[in-house]
């Protein structure tokens, strides 16, 4: 009997309220779309029910049967040879992980393994559904932003996670691989002055060379890297965030429960920075050597 097995993950429509005009002007895409042999963003497979899989994703229950108030509003989908799976492997060359941090990179959605799972179908019948990795630190993804965030990647950005998959920098300078980690920590943390020291250490992993004079290294050349990535930040706008982050990770009390929209400007502004600057680095090789070493890093930042 033919066996077909796919691994997916969804992005729900249930965390921000879709802008009418700007899903018109930016809408994702209506057809499959292929971002790699055997991968591709659209329906779930052999065209079964969302609804089995954030059935097979969620607790279990006992005679409690609410209406669910949200649906699917795409599936990352890939092909999975049934010869080399194991029920308890999902994603076991982390090929969607790595296409989900991208997507990150490009722009941030609520996408995570939380609505993931592994599909057995035998002779086109869905068989089984086993959850991937949706409970635990990681498996949400988080944004800050206001209540109407654009939540999806439009069809021109997942043109360019389509060109960027194939690029992606398996073995960058380590500063770079250590930055990676902690914007995705960022990325999958909820609270803001979590996220913001995990964000001022990514800047930090790419950019410090010495303890001393920290804030001033961190002043002078996270400007610089705005600069090389095409955007804008200042030495003030810079010294402002790395004490506010100073401050939390040394135990200070720093207030963000007023999520102002000055301050979710002001914070995107610092993430896109970083976003930006490690997609380049995560795909380009050019870019990816200004951080091998020290010295590089003040040749490109400055001192």
Known sequence: MAEKVFDVVMLS????????NEYQASPPPEDDFELAPHLWVGDLPLGISSDLVFDACSPADHNFHPTRQFGCRYAICRSVQPESTNYYKWDADSW??????????????TIGT????????????????????????????????????????????????????????????????QARKHIDH?????????????????????????PYRSTRQFAVRAPE???????????????????????????????????SSELIVHYNRFEQVLRRSLLL?????????????DQSVEDAFGK
């Not at 429509?13 to 009418?20: E, K, L, Q, S």
């Not at 969607?96 to 959605?109: D, G, K």
């Not at 890297?225 to 401050?247: K, M, N, P, W």
Request: aromatic share 12%; proline share 5%.
């Open 281 to 293: 680095a995560s795909t380009d090789p050019a870019f990816a050597s200004l951080f091998s070493s």
């Open 114 to 177: 939380r609505l993931s799972a592994r599909l057995y179908f035998r002779d086109g019948e869905l068989q089984t559904i086993v959850p991937g990795p949706t409970q635990g630190f990681g498996t949400h993804a988080w944004v800050i932003a206001e209540s109407n965030w654009r939540d999806w990647l439009s069809i021109p950005e997942f043109e360019q996670l389509r060109d960027l998959i194939p690029k992606y920098l398996l073995t960058p300078p380590d500063r770079v691989r």
């Open 186 to 210: 960022a990325f999958h943390s909820y609270y803001l002055d979590q996220r913001c020291a995990s964000l001022v250490t990514g800047f930090e992993s790419l950019l410090k060379i010495s």
């Open 225 to 259: 890297l705005a600069r090389r990535v095409g955007l804008e930040l200042t030495e003030a706008e810079a010294i402002a965030l790395y004490d506010d982050r100073s401050a939390f990770v040394h135990g200070t009390q720093v207030s963000f429960t007023d999520l």
């Open 96 to 109: 969607m992980l790595r296409a989900l941090f991208l997507s990150r990179l490009i722009r941030p959605t």
């Open 13 to 20: 429509t249930g965390a921000f309220r879709a802008d009418v």
